[in-house]
Structures are given as C-alpha cells and as structure tokens.
C-alpha cells in the first residue's frame, strides 16, 4: 500500500506492507535510526516519536495508520544543525542521561508533555513520563531536565 | 516482533466499515487506536486476514450531554475524554479514569470503543460503564441496537457485537454524587492487577464494579446486594470476592486478588460515603 507522511517537515511517500510498523518504517526505510526500539511491547517508551504533535509508541502504530500525518523524531527536533531543542538542552545541562537509550524517547515524550502542561509540577512530570522506562533508573535529574525545560524551579534534590 | 501478513482497508464512514465486514466476515478485524489489537497481533495471538481501519470516522469522536446522560463516541481517544469539559462535569469519574489508562502515549491513540469492545477484564474503562449502569450502541446490518453494558461481556476477550457489528457509541448516566477508583498495581503504567470501581448513582444506590477479578469486566453483585440490604461499607467490602474466579498469574495468585478486591472495595465505598469525587 502507498503511504505518505511528512517526517521532520519533508514529505515522503512509499509503497509499504500493512503489517509494517511505524518505527521500522522510520529506522529501516527512512534511516531515521535516532528513535531506538527496546522492549517492543509499548511498554518501555523508547520508541516515542511525535504523531501530528503528540507523543505515540512508534512500536505499536502501523506506518499505514500515519498516512498522511506529521511526524517528529528526535532527528527533526533541534531547529538546526548546531542547535538544540530546549529540552534536548536541558538533558545535557542536567545530566539527563547515563547510557543514553532510553533519551530520544524521554526527550520526544517530554516535548509532548510540555506542549500539555506549559508549566508543570515535579509530580506532573514524574506522572506525564510514566510510559518512559531508564533501566539506568537515572529518573531524578531526568525529572530536572524537563523541570529545567519549562523554565521552572529545579530542586537542588529532587523530593521523591 | 512483526505481525502476521494481513490485508488492510480503511473505512470511510460506518456504512463502509459495516460494508466491508460484511463482506469478509469472521477473517476481518476492526482497528482503532490499535493498542489492544496490534499487540496481540506482533505477538501473533491474534492473526486476522484482514484489517479494517476505522481509526479516521472522526464523526465517531465526540463527548456530548445529551438531557441526563452523556454519549461519548467509541473512537474517542482516552486523552480527549480525560479532558473532555461534559465529561468532567457530569461523568468525572469516567473522565478521571481515562486518565488512568496506560501511560499518556497510549491515551494519545487509545480509545474507548477499542478498550470496550475488546472486552479484556483488567481493563479499566469496562469497569466504569459497567459501575454507572451505561448502555452500548452498535451497528450492523439490522441497524442500531442498544446493549446494556450488564450483558456486553459475554467471555474473555468476547462482548455481544456480532461479527458484523461495530460499537458505534457509549451511554452512561450524569451522576452528581460520589465515586472512587482504586487501581492497585505493580508497575506505573501496568494494567491493574485488581481495580474497584464505586458510583453513587441518581436513584441512592451505590454500584461497584470490579476490574481484573473473572473472565470478564464484572459488578460485585454480592457486594451490590449487601448495601441494598443496609450493610456498612466494611461489611459490603467483605463480600466483594464472593462467588468470583479471579486468575492467577505471575504478577498474583487468586487467594491475593480476592483480599485486593475486599481492601479496595472498602476503600471505593469509603470514598463513595464520605461523597468524595
């Protein structure tokens, strides 16, 4: 079947079987390989991407459910080539990360929630990344990145 | 994990999506959000030969109050009931728990006709039409007909929609007293291991559903007939398991979910009397 979407503002269009998924379209047609695939049963987040703005498992959509969509990795999120997005700024700033795989998804999965909650509590974002899974359990400065994000104040030590 | 190979249409209204299960009958599968169908389908439980794509009858996607009830249509995404204003103010316990399902990527593409009609028993939102006495509205090639939800579940995994039905709609009663959730689970964004649902409903009684405790999204009936009968919440809660079957599993054994159901029976219910909600 034919589909078409625009990935990171450019268009693409291919013909593609109904039982491909979208992170493999993403990976394995377009090359996109930022987005990572972990547990594969929309458990873990790792996948994350932005679906027309909103923050989906890309493991448990099929690339012909986003025909004609918009879709954002975290290859498309920074607004150039030497810059960041705020949120990606703020994961290096506070050290969001330890091995890394988990990132692209907390980050596009943070990008979401922040489009919802403008100005959230620490509870907000402890709760708005449950679908995210670090097995590095490095959810603390994590929770201070996005906090840092949205412009908010970022515990010296996070409360929970 | 990639699914089985398998044919796919996307429907263009109901009358096509009806269309087109008549025409392949027992080999087609509705798809909405697809967040119980297609992991079952990479996991190769579910095997259909054909997929019909229902996920874009946006005419399908509305919360709206209709004199004393609420009709929400079934491709409402679990996010948009979460913040539906009508839902909110006359259903908030339905509006509560649609923001209880999952994690907030899978309330972006779930929706609430999926989650009914896939009738899975540790499922949240069943238990909650259940608890407010709601009716389900199908299609099919007679027309539409009305179900209530208490003879919707018919088995594990089975509802009363024929194969050439699809569940166009949810009914359910404004309620203006109380209501509690409790969802006990293990892992943030796990289906519950047991839930307990309590409304108090317009006519003074107070009704109680059960979520992961039999084949099936149930009522605690012996529970329901207790406080009919003048029990107290502690004494009703106590009931709770009574004549249910819940599984065992790896996350608890049968003996663990009927002391869950009694602990957040009583606890729903003491919610429920206090007219928390």
Known sequence: MRVGMTVNGKAHEQEVEPRLLLVHYLRDVLGLTGTNIGCDTTSCGACTVLLDGVSVKSCTVLAVQADGASVTTIEGLAPGPDQLHPVQQAFREHHGLQCGYCTPGMVMAATSLLAEHPHPTEQQVREGLE?????????????????????????????? | MIPATFDYRRADSVADALALLHEYGDEAKLLAGGHSLLPLMKLRLATPQMLVDVGRLGQLSYVRQEGDEVAIGALTRHRDLEVSEVARHSVPVLAHVAGQVGDPQVRHRGTIGGSIAHGDPASDLPAVVLALGGTLVVDGPGGRREIPSTEFFTGFLETAVRPDEMLVEIRVASTAGGWSFQKFNRRAQDWAIVGAVAVAAADGATRVSLVHMGATPLRAAATESALAGGATPAEAAAVAAEGLEPPSDANASREYRRHLAEVLVRRALEDVSLGHG
């Open chain 1, 131 to 160: 679908g995210n899974l670090c097995r590095c359990t490095g959810y603390h400065n994590i929770v201070k990145a996005v906090l840092a994000a949205a412009g908010g104040e970022v515990p010296k030590e996070p409360v929970a």
